[in-house]
């Protein structure tokens, strides 16, 4: 799952705008439910922003995208 968390943060510094699962599945391979885990893992830490209502990450907490 660390690998995982390394990419979703990756995308999430490199994306200028809010970013769908689907987005993380094309470009990472790693299925659906594995990615809205660790999604969530890193939403309950306080790692990242979550847009619940469009199913989007906002982006990280304290960057400029998020």
């Known amino acids: 799952m660390m690998d995982l968390e390394k990419f979703i943060i990756d995308i999430l510094k490199k994306s200028k705008k809010p970013v769908k699962v689907g987005d993380i599945q094309r470009l990472t391979g790693y299925d659906r439910n594995s990615i809205q885990k660790t999604i969530n ?16 990450i906002i982006g990280l907490k304290g960057e400029e995208n998020g």
């Open 41 to 56: 893992k890193l939403s309950l830490e306080g790692r990242i922003e979550v847009d619940r209502c469009y199913n989007k």
